[in-house]
Nanobody
Framework: QVQLVESGGGLVQPGGSLRLSCAAS????????MAWYRQAPGNERELVDT???????NYADFVEGRFTITRDNAKNTAYLQMNSLKPEDTAAYSC?????????WGKGTQVTVSS
């Protein structure tokens, strides 16, 4: 079983950037598909993007080219680079690992976009 810890959230002005990290431990990170989700107050959790074992990526429509998901298997870490942030990007961001039917979640990191 893999344990996940997110970091990098915070308060940023509209148009700013943040890089979130998801550090994994406890298993072979390279075997997992990784994903970022977000949940804003009053909203359901939604998928932001995914990156497979082979580093293929898939993004939600609302990303509009602003976010990039990457992974560094040597560091057991997945990243979410977020640029051109908007107030509507404000949410708790969580990472998820998946291998076959097994999934694990981190506790999340808060991103607030506000002037």
């Amino acid at each position: 079983q893999v344990q996940l810890v997110e970091s990098g959230g915070g308060l940023v002005q509209p148009g700013g950037s943040l890089r979130l990290s998801c550090a994994a431990s406890g298993s072979i990170f390279s075997l997992y598909t990784m994903a970022w989700y977000r949940q804003a107050p009053g909203n359901e959790r939604e998928l932001v993007d995914t990156i497979t074992r082979g580093s293929s990526t898939n993004y939600a429509d609302f990303v509009e080219g602003r976010f990039t998901i990457t992974r560094d298997n040597a560091k057991n870490t997945a990243y979410l680079q977020m640029n051109s942030l908007k107030p509507e990007d404000t949410a708790a961001y969580s990472c998820k690992s998946r291998k076959y039917s097994s999934t694990n979640w981190g506790k999340g990191t808060q991103v607030t976009v506000s002037s």
